[in-house]
């Protein structure tokens, strides 16, 4: 797995050299739609945010890539409190390691990841778990230690989480069961959104093109569409029965 370290995180971000040895990993969210370069461009280059993380893991379409940001040997501020009133009793920034997942926003608002994401947090947090000598129990999510719902995706859907867990436990998974797991969360998460015409399924192309030529689909005025499966589906129904020949009443 390749790690880009090109942006090391700006000293005034996080705490430096850590004291205690590291005992839990925390799972984020950005909570923003950046990738992961950029996330770390901007902790590279910002001074003073009052917040870091040591890893970003970014979307798919830039290939689920890691950038590394605080050094594991130094301490990020991912998960504390100022009033400290944490929900945990021991995980602190100063004895853990954090990582933010990069995401996206459905048309409903609604949070999500891709799966290559995950894949790569997977791949990401074993590694960490390995090298410091960390079992499942201690990966935690950012809600877990503070109550903030962070990450999103996985404070709001407790069986993600859940799934996501399993995957970090004993020894590495078969194709199979890695397959099986991704299934479920696949079909456990956001619905799709086609934001434009390439993204739409080419059977639904010449369905999506009539209905803005007819006005029923105006999008968002920046040439956005934002449709999901069940809005194709709907706009399909709709058009076979606008086509169906009316048949003409019989006079009695």
């Not at 090109?6 to 839990?24: A, F, I, L, S, T």
């Not at 999510?141 to 719902?149: C, F, P, S, W």
Request: glycine letters at 8%; a negative charge.
């Amino acid at each position: 797995m390749e790690i880009r370290k090109d942006y090391p995180c700006n000293p005034r971000n996080h705490q430096g050299r850590r004291v205690k040895p590291v005992r839990w990993l925390v799972i984020h969210y950005v909570g923003a739609l950046g990738d992961a370069r950029q996330n770390a461009w901007y902790y590279h280059n910002t001074p003073g945010i009052g917040a870091s993380a040591h890893y970003f893991v970014g979307h798919t379409e830039d290939g689920a890539d890691v950038w590394a940001s605080v050094a594991e040997d130094c301490v990020a501020s991912h998960c504390g409190r100022s009033d400290g009133r944490y929900r945990h009793p021991d995980c602190r920034n100063a004895n853990s390691i954090g990582i933010e997942m990069c995401c996206h926003r459905d048309g409903a608002g609604k949070w999500y990841f891709d799966p290559e994401t995950v894949d790569r947090t997977v791949e990401l947090a074993r590694d960490i778990m390995a090298r410091h000598g960390i079992d499942a129990a201690h990966v935690l999510r950012h809600y877990d230690v503070t109550g903030k719902i962070c990450p999103a995706p996985y404070v709001n859907d407790g069986a993600a989480w859940e799934t996501f867990k399993k995957r970090l436990e004993g020894s590495e998974m078969t194709r199979q069961e890695v397959q099986a797991l991704v299934d479920e969360a696949v079909r456990s998460a956001q619905p799709r959104v086609y934001t434009d015409m390439d993204e739409v399924p080419k059977w639904a192309q010449g369905l999506v093109r009539r209905a803005v030529e007819t006005g029923i689909i105006r999008g968002d005025g920046a040439g956005r569409l934002h449709l999901t499966d069940d809005l194709l589906v709907t706009l399909q129904m709709m058009f076979n029965m606008a086509d169906r020949p009316v048949t003409p009443e019989r006079s009695v």
